[in-house]
């Protein structure tokens, strides 16, 4: 797991393991476990009566994981599905839930799972190999009606249309480069904000893997198996991420259901959760000088105050 460490700097680590330390003992759920740099960190810094259970969609980095038993234990699936991967493992209430939303970097830069646009690969972009949908599919298949919206839904991509027309107009696609090629030439002109290929590659890897309505159930099952003083603790890289989450924790800190338009509050419930982070907290620029992809990230966390 070192090595791994030293090709995945986990973001935010230290702010990260300090929201866990008040937990009680349990068991801590790493939902991304990746290359275990967080689990690594929370191992560190909880003491003996307090086990990690990390969790991955892609059994390659489950495969990876060197250190078995003992505190640490990493089983593969989907944190959509985080009750019955919980069940399945004996662990009823967990302590603590973490979701770090991001790609790993070692996912990034294996050409072969086909997730960059700077290298050569195959329109893959699946985060479990095991799932049938691919880019492939979507691109080659998919109506440029559909694709356009897919676009422009999950890649807040403002030449959406263009895009797909352009990339309608070049099928068959069979290559990451090829396509990033043809939608730079789609849009033109000076790249202020990175590749313009930077924000498709983001809505066919979202879609391709389910990722808006994965973390929807995964927060949803998270805080409501979540124990009593333990905290739930995200990590979003773009704006529906992020949203999303500030959304749930809003809601689940709030306590009152009634309508908004009711002038006082008549359903008399407590909120079940108190948020542990005022607006979205973010790297540092240390952080950022020396791991340039923790620059987006924004984490949130709430901790679980009545049963």
Do not use: W
Not at 83 to 105: K, N, Q, R
Not at 172 to 199: F, K, N
Not at 240 to 251: G, I, Y
Request: aromatic content about 4%; glycine content about 10%; overall charge neutral.
């Amino acid at each position: 797991m070192t090595q791994d460490r030293e090709f995945h700097r986990p973001v935010m680590a230290g702010e990260v393991a300090a929201l866990f330390e008040p937990v009680p003992p349990g068991v801590v759920v790493d939902a991304t476990f990746g290359g275990g740099g967080h689990a690594e960190e929370l191992l560190r810094v909880l003491g003996s009566q307090h086990r990690v259970l990390g969790i991955d969609r892609d059994p390659v980095a489950v495969a990876r994981a060197e250190r078995r038993g003992g505190r640490l234990q990493v089983i593969h699936g989907n944190f959509a599905d985080l009750a019955e991967l919980l069940e399945s493992v004996e662990v009823e209430t967990p302590v603590g839930v973490l979701f770090d939303f991001g790609v790993s970097s070692r996912q990034i830069d294996d050409p072969a799972r086909g997730f960059s646009f700077r290298h050569r690969g195959p329109l893959d972009m699946r985060m479990d190999p095991g799932i049938g949908l691919t880019a492939h599919t979507i691109i080659n298949e998919m109506p440029i009606v559909d694709l356009a919206r897919l676009i422009r839904k999950y890649g807040e991509e403002p030449a959406a249309d263009r895009i797909a027309a352009a990339i309608v107009q070049a099928r068959p696609l069979t290559d990451t480069v090829s396509l990033a090629e043809v939608i730079g030439a789609a849009v033109p002109g000076p790249r202020r904000r990175g590749h313009p290929a930077r924000r498709t590659f983001q809505a066919l890897r979202m879609a391709v893997n389910d990722e808006l309505a994965a973390i929807e159930a995964g927060l949803d099952q998270a805080l409501d198996l979540l124990a009593v003083d333990g905290r739930c603790v995200t990590i979003a890289y773009h704006s529906l991420e992020d949203r999303l989450v500030k959304q749930k924790f809003a809601t689940a800190s709030a306590g009152c259901v009634c309508p908004p338009e009711l002038p006082i509050c008549g359903c008399g419930a407590s909120p079940r959760f108190r948020l542990l982070t005022r607006g979205a907290g973010k790297p540092n620029p240390d952080e950022v000088a020396s791991n340039p992809r923790a620059r987006s990230a924004r984490l949130r966390a709430v901790a679980r105050v009545a049963a």
